[in-house]
């Protein structure tokens, strides 16, 4: 006989699954700030960087002077490859915001879903208590405790899987960043001896990859800070700080995407800034798996205390 019944044991998982979807939503909102300020500043940027390339290839007087001094060509590839950066930088961030809305519609809908179950457990947890209590069985209270932590623990456990299931698609998108920056170095290196149009293409192919998987990066990341809002305060560690630091990622990263990368130690400045990431995620997945044992061992320790208890009690009736 089980006495924490089925009907608390989802009542307390509804309840946890509500603690851990407001806790999201609560990130959510905070991130949602703070990309659209961020999504508006780009915006402004954006459009002040394409006025500068529209500028120079209508002839303004500031073009008269760059052509004069041969430094037109120059100067235009400049512009324009900073408001492709900053084109790209504005995109990102509204994708981000974008994904943010639905994550923060799904939430209050979940919420929606789950009302009045705190009511509705600390009801039945009251009437199933006295029903325990006047079984007369001495051990009854304490199977129900063990049992009650028992589904707290694996609701704790599903937590940390929702996590590491999003911390390694950050992992995994790092992993192929890192896989395309090698390749354009090699190919860079070739177009430096004279490689010609072949290794152009061959490493700008890479190049944009690097662009497409950057963006996916920074919207796993997004994921994986939201995943982690509700265990936070159960890793070690100045973890807030970390997981801060993801939302900046793109920032940093398209600053020198699109410039000069006929320069060999952009892609390596590049390939720091991903290793940079790549280690705080792999140093929070590591925490993530060392509370996952944690778990493991503590539900494994109370399952065998709790079916000795039931043993010893089934002998003691036998003997009687």
Not at 18 to 40: C, F, G, P, V, W
Not at 129 to 158: D, Y
Not at 290 to 314: D, K
């Amino acid at each position: 006989m089980r006495y924490y019944s089925e009907d608390l044991q989802r009542l307390q998982q509804e309840i946890l699954e509500k603690k851990r979807t407001k806790a999201k939503l609560s990130d959510l909102q905070i991130q949602q700030a703070e990309l659209k300020e961020r999504t508006a500043k780009l915006e402004k940027l954006m459009v002040k960087e394409q006025k500068d390339v529209d500028r120079l290839n209508r002839g303004s007087l500031s073009a008269f002077f760059y052509r004069a001094s041969g430094q037109m060509e120059e100067k235009l590839s400049k512009e324009e490859a900073e408001a492709y950066a900053a084109r790209v930088k504005y995109e990102t961030a509204r994708s981000e915001l974008w994904a943010v809305d639905e994550d923060i519609a799904a939430c209050l809908r979940e919420i929606e879903g789950l009302p009045e179950c705190e009511e509705r457990y600390q009801s039945l947890l009251k009437s199933r208590t006295e029903q325990v209590k006047n079984s007369g069985a001495p051990e009854a209270e304490q199977l129900m405790r063990m049992e009650k932590r028992l589904s707290f623990l694996k609701s704790q456990n599903q937590e940390i899987e929702e996590a590491l299931t999003a911390g390694e698609q950050a992992l995994q998108a790092t992993e192929e960043i890192l896989e395309h920056l090698e390749g354009a170095k090699s190919w860079g290196t070739i177009d430096m001896l004279g490689g010609g149009i072949i290794s152009d293409v061959v490493k700008y192919d890479h190049l944009d990859q690097v662009q497409e998987q950057a963006t996916t990066l920074q919207n796993s990341l997004r994921s994986f800070r939201t995943e982690l809002a509700d265990v936070t305060d159960k890793i070690s560690g100045n973890i807030q700080a970390e997981i801060g630091e993801f939302l900046h990622f793109a920032d940093y990263f398209f600053d020198s995407l699109f410039t000069d990368w006929m320069v060999y130690n952009k892609i390596a400045e590049s390939q720091n800034k991903t290793l940079h990431t790549k280690k705080q995620i792999q140093d929070i997945l590591d925490r993530l798996r060392r509370m996952q044992t944690g778990l493991c061992q503590e539900s494994e320790s109370l399952q065998r205390e709790l079916e000795q208890v039931v043993i010893n009690y089934a002998e003691e009736r036998l003997e009687k």
